[in-house]
């Protein structure tokens, strides 16, 4: 299988079995803008989870915050969005397509290989809207392009709500909305994402350790869950990438079918944001040490992931064929945390009665704490080959026998090694192999 036909065979199976769906496909769809179905909206939420739990819970030192899409438009000038936030773009003559003047080919349009273009224009990426009855300059405001923004303008109410001493985090998942020129390759450059970001903020010489450490952190993340080490890598970027403020900024990559890319960014930003913000509210947002009385502005390291690029590079990394007696078997070899559904279960006889019930009796004890299916709709091959596609971790088949030994089969997905359990003690079998 090439990388090309791998990446078609992801976004086939996508949509196939309703992991992910192109926005408003009934009017001709959206272009830059995506649905998650019901699979996908689990995986996605998995990934979030395994995110949040790793980030704040099972740390000391970050706290949640979940601030509003909208914010002050002063918070745009203070970030320095409104003025730098843009993309060059210029119009070929010749088929009137509007690349990015940095994706020309040779100085040829992409599109039609035209080499007659306009001036060159900037391209605010921000979404404008208007918020109350006037639409007038007074009411414009923008959704905001990331969320790290509602981080900074939270600092103080945080640092005086939780006591928080330096150093300390706040995290935050939440929607952001870029005007993107060329939106594309499926889910992973998109007009609305959701992101995945930290504000970590601590003593300026400590900042270049924090940097460190944070990369280490978010790069082992990938990894425990189930990234294939040889499709990750870091990026460290040069100095003509960094934002003059910033002392350094390393990308975590995926190798994508289309390339290696952006999954995730972890910049040391200094005291960039918090002075910016400062200076257009008016408002004092040092930090005071408690024991020295001492006030400065805290350095800040900012791990900023996609929740969109992380959930497309674990399918990718899942997505797996295999021969099986002469077929072959499409398994998505989800990590444990991350599946959709961890249990299907299924009846050997849909009309046998007493099956029937104590499936749907199994089902319905399972389900108070593990995601489960039940399906009866194909004969139980069928059903196996259905749930490898979709990453199910277990499947639980009651037959005839069930009836007379109360136990049931339970078949492993990766390996599809099957097993007798007993129904008293088939949650606890199920969630210890889940580990
Ligand atoms: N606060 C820093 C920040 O927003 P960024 O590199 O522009 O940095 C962070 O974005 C992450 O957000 C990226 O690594 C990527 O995963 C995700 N992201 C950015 N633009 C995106 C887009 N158009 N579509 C999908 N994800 C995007």
Not at 64 to 93: Q, R, Y
Not at 163 to 183: D, W, Y
Not at 280 to 296: A, R
Request: proline share 4%.
């Amino acid at each position: 299988m090439t990388e090309s036909d791998l990446m078609d065979k992801v976004v086939a199976l996508c949509k196939r079995r309703g992991f992910i769906f192109q926005s408003s496909e009934i009017y001709g769809g959206l272009n830059g803008a995506w649905d998650y179905g019901p699979l996908g909206a689990e995986l996605k939420r998995n990934v979030k989870a395994a995110w949040w739990q790793s980030v704040v819970h099972h740390r000391d030192d970050v706290v949640g915050l979940d601030a509003a899409i909208l914010m002050h438009p002063k918070t745009w000038e203070a970030s320095g969005h409104t003025a730098n936030f843009v993309d060059i773009m210029v119009e070929c003559k010749k088929c009137n397509k509007r690349p990015r003047q940095d994706q020309l080919n040779n100085g040829k349009c992409p599109q039609c290989g035209g080499t007659d273009f306009s001036a060159p224009k900037a391209f605010n990426l921000m979404l404008k809207t208007n918020i109350g009855a006037m639409e007038d300059s007074s009411s414009i405001t923008y959704l905001r392009p990331e969320t790290a923004q509602g981080i900074f303008v939270n600092f103080a109410n945080i640092v005086d709500a939780t006591h928080r001493k330096l150093p300390f985090g706040v995290a935050q998942i939440g929607k952001s909305f870029r005007n993107e020129i060329t939106p594309g390759n499926f889910t992973f450059r998109t007009r609305e994402f959701e992101q995945m970001e930290i504000e970590y903020f601590c003593r300026p010489v400590e900042a270049d350790q924090w940097y460190k450490d944070w990369i280490q952190a978010r790069h082992q993340w990938y990894l425990q869950l189930g990234i294939n080490q040889d499709r990750l890598r870091l990026r460290e970027h040069g100095k003509d990438e960094l934002a003059h403020y910033a002392a350094g900024c390393t990308d975590v990559e995926f190798l994508f079918p289309f390339g290696w890319s952006e999954l995730e960014g972890i910049a040391n930003r200094g005291d960039y944001d918090l002075k910016q913000h400062a200076q257009l509210s008016g408002k004092d947002l040092q930090y005071q040490d408690p024991v020295t009385q001492e006030k400065f502005y805290p350095h800040v390291v900012e791990p900023s992931g996609g929740c969109d690029r992380a959930t497309l590079a674990f399918l990718v990394n899942a997505y797996h064929e295999e021969i099986v007696k002469d077929s072959t078997r499409v398994v998505m070899k989800f990590h444990p945390k991350l599946a959709p559904v961890k249990v299907a279960v299924l009846p050997l006889l849909k009309k046998n009665e007493g099956i029937v019930a104590l499936a749907k009796k199994i089902k319905s004890g399972l389900q108070k704490d593990l995601v489960c299916v039940y399906d009866d709709t194909a004969a139980i091959g069928k059903l196996y080959r259905r749930q490898d596609e979709v990453g199910t971790m277990f499947c639980v088949t009651v037959d005839v026998q069930s009836l007379e030994d109360n136990q049931v089969t339970v078949r492993h997905r990766d390996t599809m090694w099957q097993e007798r359990v007993g129904v008293e003690r088939l949650r606890e079998y199920l969630v210890n192999n889940l580990q």
